[in-house]
């Protein structure tokens, strides 16, 4: 089985080395191809109006100058050519992917040009509790979790033009309580706000936070889960259609 690895956060990035080890339990044929420095919130953006590098750092590990979608698309037209992967893995992020975030999420948009592509593709991502510890994010759950949890989705069915997004929740290894099959969640879009500051010539700059929301904990969806510390599995499609509102809209442009 070949597997092709990328990721948001960047290609020396710890979540990068943990997601080789999960890797490595699956496949001795594993590629490397991820952006050269972090895209987080770039979503499925791509770079159209500079050129692109592409850079070695030994054996099968390459770096785009670019953003995750770019990667994953350098990888299948360039790196991966003469033998497409047979599994993409995006990951494992720092930080939760959930409810909204798969929008904004350059991990998940890595996962889903692989499900475009037609291959079967997972995006992989570890939050953090609530305070945001800088560089101190532990990513054990992730690594002691991560072949359990895509070990069985390997000879599993999947719907065409879709994948599947893992998040592992904020707590130890031993206190996971197992995994949860859920949709995807929705938070409160009220949390987004813009902290303004001065540059050091007096003009004004921001800087987009993005405050915590309360959240009522139903068991039913991806937030739920994680909040629950369940390791959480949703399957997300390429087709946005809201196909209960397609009756709706011939009725008014009858």
Avoid: C
């Amino acid at each position: 089985m070949r597997i092709l690895l990328t990721n948001d956060d960047g290609i020396h990035a710890p979540g990068m080395a943990v997601l080789e080890a999960i890797a490595a339990t699956l496949s001795d044929d594993v590629t490397v191809v991820a952006p050269i420095e972090e895209q987080s919130g770039t979503g499925r953006s791509l770079t159209l109006t500079r050129p692109m590098r592409l850079k070695r750092f030994g054996g099968k590990r390459f770096a785009v100058t670019g953003t995750p979608t770019d990667a994953v698309m350098m990888a299948l037209t360039e790196v991966m050519k003469d033998g497409r992967p047979d599994l993409i893995l995006s990951g494992v992020n720092r930080g939760a992917n959930l409810g909204e975030d798969v929008h904004y999420s350059g991990t998940v948009s890595a996962a889903m040009e692989g499900a475009l592509a037609g291959i079967r593709s997972v995006a992989l991502s570890q939050r953090y509790p609530d305070h945001a510890p800088g560089e101190r994010v532990s990513f054990a759950t992730a690594e002691a979790w991560g072949e359990r949890v895509l070990r069985p989705l390997l000879d599993a069915e999947w719907s065409p033009r879709t994948m599947v997004n893992i998040n592992f929740p904020p707590v130890a290894p031993d206190q996971v309580r197992g995994v949860r099959i859920v949709p995807q969640g929705l938070r409160d879009y009220g949390r987004a706000r813009m902290e303004k500051r001065s540059d050091p010539r007096g003009f004004p700059y921001y800087w987009l936070a993005m405050d915590r929301v309360p959240l009522t904990v139903t068991g039913e969806t991806d937030l739920d889960a994680s909040a629950e510390g369940y390791v959480s599995v949703t399957p997300l499609q390429v087709d946005m259609t809201h196909r209960a509102s397609l009756d709706m809209l011939r009725a008014v442009y009858a």
